[in-house]
């Protein structure tokens, strides 16, 4: 079935600008197109604006779509003791939005980014039209918190940090995981993913999100009251083997109006995996609750 934008005449897409700006004396990258009210794309833990190539061209058709790299991930540079907890990245996130300009916006946020996101929103809610929250990192998924504590831990974080970068064995094995269907694993998607695991400290920011995981989980419980008021999809894969789906409607009972979508047979990463499916129902919720999709 066709979304509602998509029964209209196609507006051309937009060309996808690769575009950097300044943070603390640290250089952030971001991917940008379109034009029309903001939509902000917040990539995983592992992920960065690769991970929305499939995605931005499509609803460039219909807002102005920004895909940063976080400080410390992908191809942007860290800050010097960068603090990692969710909180503090999602000031970073909002800073990025005031120096990108960005006054208010949609907020779309996958895995981590959806924990971020969500903080993000409690923390200055004037800012945040809308929630799209995709297989998102909350209180009540148990999975990575015992992982989490593992990696980040003095004795393990300085061996992974150096050996998983050099080992593409590992790598694939982590990947394919996230995929409910690995036979839909497009060619080139792990080299995409794997090119900023070159770069020295590549994993230092991943595992300093770790140190303060289950400490930030339990803040995040305790903050989402504030932003019950805000129109929000979630979006989750059946076969979700990072986020357990069965923590959806959990984290849908929180919310006043909220709608929850399950993508039969997938994993955790439904814009990887189903991205016609994942694009149209984007699309179709943010011509459904307002004007971002004209």
Not at 18 to 34: E, K, P, T
Not at 40 to 61: D, I, N, Q
Not at 176 to 198: A, N, S, V
Not at 205 to 221: K, M, Q, T
Request: aromatic fraction near 8%; charge should be positive; glycine fraction near 8%.
């Amino acid at each position: 079935m066709n979304s509602p934008a998509e029964t209209k005449c196609q507006p051309l897409a937009s060309p996808v600008e690769d575009l950097s700006l300044a943070l603390d004396g640290a250089r952030v990258r971001f991917l940008r197109a379109g034009s029309g009210p903001a939509l902000l794309l917040v990539h995983g833990l592992m992920g960065y604006s690769f991970s929305w190539r499939h995605t931005l061209p499509v609803l460039a058709r219909y807002a102005m779509v920004y895909a940063p790299d976080l400080p410390g991930a992908g191809f942007s540079e860290s800050m010097p003791g960068m603090d990692c907890c969710f909180q503090a990245c999602a000031e970073r996130l909002l800073r990025v939005m005031d120096a990108a300009g960005i006054n208010d916006c949609d907020l779309l946020g996958t895995s981590h980014g959806g924990a971020v996101a969500m903080m993000a929103a409690a923390t200055a809610p004037q800012r945040i039209r809308r929630l799209i929250l995709v297989d998102a990192v909350n209180p009540w998924s148990a999975r990575g918190r015992t992982l989490s504590v593992w990696l980040s831990s003095p004795l393990i974080a300085p061996a992974f940090q150096e050996i998983a970068p050099r080992l593409p064995i590992i790598q694939r094995f982590y990947f394919r995981r996230l995929f409910g269907d690995t036979r839909r694993i497009r060619p080139g998607t792990l080299e995409g993913y794997r090119k900023p695991l070159r770069r020295p400290g590549a994993l230092k920011y991943g595992v300093s999100i770790l140190r303060s995981w289950n400490r930030d989980l339990a803040e995040l419980e305790s903050v989402l009251p504030r932003i019950s008021h805000i129109p929000t999809l979630l979006i989750w894969g059946s076969l979700d083997a990072a986020v357990d789906p069965a923590s959806a409607p959990r984290l849908q009972s929180q919310f006043r109006d909220c709608q929850l979508l399950i993508f039969e047979g997938v994993g955790h990463l439904p814009y990887e995996e189903v991205p016609e499916e994942f694009n149209r129902a984007v699309a179709e919720f943010l011509a459904r609750t307002g004007n971002a999709v004209r």
